[in-house]
């Protein structure tokens, strides 16, 4: 044998350890990443919206669908930025021309639910952030109303947690950091900012970075980015529509993502939909920063790795940061990444990290559109979500279950109705790639996934790993299943239900 092969042979063998090392710290229950806990507070998550809209029509979208789910949200502020794409501008009377539009259909909307607020409620919380571009309008004497109505919004006494939704710039974000750092006890700022929950629709201006690195408590999602808009094709809000554009949502079915479909069923709704645009790139690119807030049954707010409409994240440091966020990547040894492996409308399987949005498509559309429908027809006429009961315990919350290996659990969902009368059909599945920051992913199976009872049985508290014989398991682990019922109006609409069992191994 040369020398050469020796070396290469001795290369593989140093390699083959590492893995055999690295998995072997998985199998035995060693966190990658400590990730903050679930957040558990009750009622409607709080929001702030800081949006460079005016600069192209895809803000204006987000504005509109926004506008028709204001009954599940407490929308604090409304903030017109700037951002890369629009540097020296702001447009509050924008958000003002659609609210106004909003309340013409207020009225018709509470025939359908309740908890809307008023137009002129909504008109009172929009703001101008920062006037021009990134950190350079930031610093002392700099203040603008929307970092005051941020920093207000903040410090109310209310135990819920403040999300702020980036759709453009975070200079005014920053802003907001600032003064309160330069104002406040380092005790103050540091509950100030565990009070932020942070969704940034990639970096739109050079605030990001810097408030990451400023504030590394912060609770933050984003996938780090130049702010030239040529990395936003890795990014994982990309797959609410960016099959046609991004050409990166393989296996998605773009149907429900064309300018013919929402001309249909968004457009022709009323007054509202008359301020729904065409859209130039793609449709909506900062609805995911909101969208897994709705309470559909998902609680995706609850922790970023739980997955749901507005995608799936892990916890772990990326390239270029001094500390972990929620963002995209992972362990491949371990399989524990932010990517999703789903059918694709071809039946094929497909992994990546915008399927964990494109998955729900069919589902967050036809729900935008049921509640279009909302804004110009009566309760009769009209279609609405199905009410979901697992064991007796009804409404949207996340039930936890103890489980022990090869012991049963059974689920029933029987007593589910539909507020329209309708037939349902149910679906269960192994959410298999949610919640597994920090823990072991668990193995069950189910029987009957398609009726209204099933049974899971858990087969392993730590599923296996890739690498055979790369290491043993110790630890109960965690499987999360989620219920899917979909009615059989127009359009069909899906309510969910997540059930999170803590498998421990079976007692001898």
């Known amino acids: ?12 063998a140093v390699v083959l ?28 998550p709080r929001v702030v ?75 009172d919380r929009v703001f101008s952030g920062q006037p021009r571009y990134g950190l350079a309008s930031t610093g002392t004497g700099r203040s603008s109303e929307g970092a005051k109505a941020l920093i207000r919004a903040a410090g109310r006494d209310d135990p819920r947690p403040l999300w702020i939704c980036l759709w453009g710039g975070a200079n005014t974000l920053a802003q907001a950091l600032i003064e309160v750092r330069a104002t406040r006890t380092p005790e103050e700022l540091k ?44 990014a994982t809000w990309t797959g609410i529509s960016g099959d046609l554009y991004y050409r990166n949502c393989a296996g998605a079915d773009s149907r429900t993502v064309t300018n013919e479909w929402l001309e249909a069923n968004i457009r022709s709704k009323g ?60 362990d491949l040894f371990s399989r524990v990444t932010s990517q999703d492996t789903v059918r694709g409308a071809d039946g094929r399987e497909v992994t990546s990290d915008q399927a964990t949005i494109w998955r729900w498509r069919e589902a967050y559309q036809n729900d935008f559109a049921a509640r279009m429908d909302w804004t110009v027809a009566d309760f009769q006429h009209a279609n609405h979500n199905p009410a979901l009961s697992v064991n007796g315990e009804k409404g949207t919350a996340p039930i936890v279950i103890e489980a022990e290996v090869g012991r049963p659990v059974t689920l029933d969902a029987s007593a589910s109705r539909d507020p329209d009368g309708q037939r349902l059909h149910f679906r269960w599945f192994h959410y298999a790639e949610a919640g597994t920051t920090g823990t072991n992913p668990a193995a069950v199976t189910l029987a009957g996934t398609d009726t209204a009872t099933v049974v899971v049985t858990p087969t392993a508290a730590c599923r296996p790993v890739w690498l055979p014989g790369a290491g043993r398991c110790s630890g109960s682990g965690t499987a999360h299943v989620v219920l899917e019922v979909t009615d059989e109006g127009t ?12 498998v421990r191994a079976a007692v001898p």
């Open 1 to 12: 044998m040369n020398r050469w092969c020796s070396s290469r042979l001795g290369w593989r």
């Open 17 to 44: 350890a590492a893995i055999v090392v690295a998995l072997a710290g998985y199998a035995t229950g060693q966190a990658p990443s400590a990730a903050p806990p679930a957040d558990e507070f009750t009622g409607r």
């Open 49 to 123: 919206i800081l949006s460079d809209i005016g600069n192209e029509p895809d803000d204006q979208m987000s504005l509109v669908r926004l506008l028709v789910y204001s009954n599940q949200l407490d929308i604090e502020a409304l903030v017109a930025t700037t951002s890369v794409w629009q540097k020296a501008a702001v447009h509050p009377e924008t958000m003002r021309a659609l609210i106004q539009a909003y309340g013409k259909v207020r009225p018709n909307l509470m025939l359908h639910a309740n908890g809307w607020p008023t137009a002129e409620e909504l008109s």
């Open 191 to 234: 509950t100030f900012v565990g009070k932020l929950r942070v969704y940034s629709i990639s970096d739109q201006d050079d605030a990001g970075a810097w408030i990451r690195r400023e504030f590394p408590g912060l609770f933050y999602i984003a996938m780090p980015s130049t702010q030239a808009g040529d990395e936003y094709y890795y």
């Open 271 to 330: 007054p509202l939909g008359k301020m729904y645009p065409k859209f130039a790139f793609i449709m909506e690119g900062d609805t995911p920063s909101y969208l897994g807030l709705i309470d559909n049954g998902l609680n995706a707010w609850r922790r970023p790795d739980w997955g749901g409409w507005g995608g799936r994240y892990v916890y772990r440091t990326p390239r270029g940061e001094t500390h972990a966020i929620w963002t995209q990547g992972g």
């Open 491 to 502: 359009p069909r609409l899906t309510s969910y239900r997540r059930i999170i069992l803590k």
